[in-house]
Nanobody, 120 residues
Framework: QVQLAESGGGLVQAGGSLTLSCVAS????????MGWYRQAPGKMRELVASITSGGRTNYEDSVKGRFTISRDNAKNTINLQMNSLKPEDTAVYYC??????????????WGQGTQVTVSS
């Protein structure tokens, strides 16, 4: 089994900053991509940022220049530094990891989600 533990959500005023962290643990052989999705009330879940094991990153257009994703492969950890937060960033943020648990098995795993609320 694989577990993803998220931390760092909370309430912040517009213009402020938060850092989300996610640690993967369990029967992990290797992890390909890791990243963050978010889901606001009444909206579909959307990709915020992702990073491969090689460090290649991808960002949703609305967060480019404001959010930075980083990764520590040795610790199976990713961080999402969120600056210049806007009320429209308010959502539940979910960590995911594309994990290989054996030669034959690789699939995405998800964290429980952490609430980020940005007040205007």
């Amino acid at each position: 089994q694989v577990q993803l533990a998220e931390s760092g959500g909370g309430l912040v005023q517009a213009g402020g900053s938060l850092t989300l962290s996610c640690v993967a643990s369990g029967s992990i052989v290797s992890i390909n991509a890791m990243g963050w999705y978010r889901q606001a009330p009444g909206k579909m879940r959307e990709l915020v940022a992702s990073i491969t094991s090689g460090g290649r990153t991808n960002y949703e257009d609305s967060v480019k220049g404001r959010f930075t994703i980083s990764r520590d492969n040795a610790k199976n950890t990713i961080n999402l530094q969120m600056n210049s937060l806007k009320p429209e960033d308010t959502a539940v943020y979910y960590c995911y990891a594309d994990v290989r648990t054996s030669y034959w098995q690789q699939r995405p795993y998800w964290g429980q989600g952490t609430q980020v609320t940005v007040s205007s």
